[in-house]
């Protein structure tokens, strides 16, 4: 399932990796509802809800309309309420519950967590004595302007945090330059934060729940350029995961904490990766993160553990390089010509059919995009722009080609980096596509055949079934 919820001017609409913003209901006669929250302006919060199976969404509910352009975080209770935190307009530290009543969500409280200065991307989460904890970055700009990973809790459900506003809570981190990010988790009977300081040193305390004092720090990883790439989450047999990406190695890694020791760097994919979401199935470690295919474009990619090995697959086979692409020239000899691989990679202007020089040229030119799988995007990047020409979009069904206008608007090769939208998402994709052979290749296929012809014809870089991912979410059921 592949459904678009919003369209969005914020910064990061959909969050940060080691914040909580997608949520399904624990309990009750709602049980296993799924609940989003998004910015949806760079100061707008909106909240959208969905049932089994999660293809017919809500119409958004505004929760704050004075946020920050920057990450927020949320939780559930047993009772569905929820608990969103964020910093408003100002870089002051909110809170708003929502609580559910016949079926719907309307705030019940809000209140400030930190009005000392500036704090933001709050992780915010209730431990099993239902005692809301909130870990956030605190720049102290009066002070001495450096930042530093703080965490304040609340003895009655939200309504006042520390001994008030002013209170910073405890200091989990050193103070640093660079803003800090923080995720936390309960486990057993103890609190973690694990936290990225000076962008590339990840560590971790821990506080029992029934006493107020953490632990040292423990090192998980020191490598180059972590920042927010990273996720933590408990496993059944008593451990605590952290899956993170190490942008500069290009690597995504696992590690695991026993109670007593860290286990050694388990490599996961060898490849620039973002955004990883870690779940524990049985004890069995379930990641999810985005593999960069070139030209900023990403496509989600899911490894589970078997064995002593990782298994690794594309999350969506609607998203990803397309296993095929063909170019038609008309008046070229041969007229089809493969170019699947250039397609793939990021080698520029190697995407050309050799008797035109181009994509496409005259009228009656086709480029053709075929999936084993039905598809709903193209991302089209070129090193020569066309001039001139126009095409028309169709699909097969089976028996005929069908003109369709994309969902994103025409589509002329006129610009060197466009994401066309054939149509809105995976779930609108026409009941009618029929798998079909072209040069005796079946596939799905959608191509642009030429209806007027370029002056300047349109060269290619990379041709993807992919889109400009930012964060991953993984639904969470527990506050």
């Known amino acids: 399932m592949h459904k678009l919820l919003s369209n969005s001017t914020a910064a990061r609409p ?17 049980k296993g509802r799924l609940v989003a929250l998004y910015a949806d302006s760079a100061h707008g919060i909106a909240l959208k809800y969905a049932d089994y199976p999660y293809q017919s969404w809500s119409e958004p509910l505004t929760v704050a309309t004075d946020a920050h352009d920057s990450p927020f975080s949320a939780c559930i209770d047993n009772a569905g309420s929820i608990y969103l935190a964020y910093a408003d307009t100002n870089q002051v530290l909110k809170l708003i519950k929502l609580s ?9 409280a809000n209140s400030t967590i930190c009005n000392v200065d500036h704090s933001s991307r709050p992780v915010i989460l209730k431990d099993s004595n239902n005692k ?4 956030f970055d605190h720049h102290w700009i009066s002070y001495n302007s450096r930042h530093t990973i703080r965490a304040k809790s609340s003895v009655d459900d939200g309504q006042t945090w520390g001994t008030g506003v002013s209170d910073l809570g405890t200091a989990l981190s050193a103070a640093w330059v660079e803003q800090g ?8 009977s103890k609190l973690y934060a694990v936290y990225c300081v000076g962008r590339s040193n990840l560590i971790m305390r821990s506080c029992e729940l029934a006493g107020p004092t953490w632990s040292d720090e423990s090192t998980v990883a020191t490598l180059e350029t972590i920042d927010d790439n990273f996720h933590i989450a408990p496993s059944g047999d008593g451990k605590l995961g952290v899956a993170f990406s190490h942008i500069a190695g290009s690597r995504i890694y696992l590690k695991e904490y026993d109670g007593l020791l860290w286990s050694g760097l388990i490599e996961i994919e060898s490849a620039q990766a973002e955004s ?9 470690p379930h990641i999810f993160y985005t593999r960069h295919l070139g030209n900023n474009y990403y496509v989600p990619r899911y490894a589970r553990k078997s064995g002593a090995a990782f298994t690794i697959e594309n999350f969506s086979q609607a998203l990803g390089p397309f296993d095929k692409v063909l170019l038609y020239c008309g008046a070229g000899s041969p007229q089809f010509q493969d170019k699947t691989t250039a397609s793939a990679n990021t080698t520029t202007g190697d995407i050309f059919h050799s008797s035109s020089q181009g994509l496409l040229d005259e009228i009656g030119d086709c480029l053709y995009l075929g999936k084993q799988s039905k598809f709903f995007c193209a991302a089209i990047i070129l090193s020569t722009s066309g001039t001139g020409g126009s095409v028309i979009w169709e699909y097969f069904n089976g ?30 994709v026409p009941a009618g596509w029929q798998v079909g052979a072209v040069n005796g290749i079946s596939a799905y296929w959608v191509r642009a055949r030429v209806a007027s012809g370029f002056a300047v014809n349109p060269v290619g870089t990379q041709l993807l079934a992919a889109t400009k991912i930012d964060d991953l979410a993984l639904a969470e059921e527990v506050a």
């Open 276 to 284: 990883p979401q870690l779940t524990y199935k049985e004890s069995i």
């Open 14 to 30: 959909s969050g940060s990796p080691p914040q909580r913003r997608l949520l399904k209901v624990p309990s009750g006669i709602y």
């Open 399 to 428: 028996i005929d080609w069908i003109q369709f206008t994309p969902d994103s608007g025409s589509c002329n090769f006129d610009s060197p980096d466009i994401i066309a939208y054939f149509w809105q998402d995976a779930i609108s």
């Open 132 to 135: 809301p904890w909130c870990f």
């Open 100 to 108: 559910l009543n016949s079926g719907n969500w309307a705030e019940a």
């Open 181 to 188: 990010y923080v995720g936390a988790s309960q486990h057993l």
